[in-house]
Nanobody
Framework: QVQLVESGGGLVQPGGSLRLSCAAS????????MSWYRQAPGKERELVAT???????NYADSVKGRFTISRTNARNTVYLQMNSLKPEDTAVYYC?????????WGQGTQVTVSS
C-alpha cells in the first residue's frame, strides 16, 4: 500500500522560505519519479516540480529560480525548498507519484504566504 505523507507547510511572510517534505512508503522509491503539485482556492491543481529517478528536474515557469525539488533515496523522501515566496504561492501542496499504473497523492500541506 503506497502512502505519501507531506509535512512542512505553514504561514510565512512574502520573501520568506519553507521546505516541504514528503515521506513515501510501499513502493520502490529510488526508481520512481516524484512530483509536487499545488492547488489554490478556486483554481485547478497545477504541477509545480518533478524529479526523476536519476534526479533530473523540471519546474513550472512560475517557480523557476525560486523552488528546488530534491530527493534522498535512503530516506524515501522528496523535498521542495521554496524561497522568495510570494502571496500567489499560497495553496495546498501535494506530493504525487505514479506506481504500477496508479496515481497516488498525499493528504496535502497548506502553505500561506501573507504579511
Amino acid at each position: 500500500q503506497v502512502q505519501l505523507v507531506e509535512s512542512g507547510g505553514g504561514l510565512v511572510q512574502p520573501g520568506g522560505s519553507l521546505r516541504l517534505s514528503c515521506a513515501a512508503s510501499g513502493l520502490m522509491f529510488r526508481i520512481n519519479a516524484m512530483s509536487w503539485y499545488r492547488q489554490a482556492p478556486g483554481k485547478e491543481r497545477e504541477l509545480v516540480a518533478t524529479i526523476t529517478s536519476s534526479s533530473s528536474t523540471n519546474y513550472a515557469d512560475s517557480v523557476k529560480g525560486r523552488f528546488t525539488i530534491s530527493r534522498t533515496n535512503a530516506r524515501n523522501t522528496v523535498y521542495l525548498q521554496m524561497n522568495s515566496l510570494k502571496p500567489e504561492d499560497t495553496a495546498v501542496y501535494y506530493c504525487n507519484t505514479i506506481w504500477t499504473g496508479y496515481d497516488y497523492w498525499g493528504q496535502g500541506t497548506q502553505v500561506t504566504v501573507s504579511s
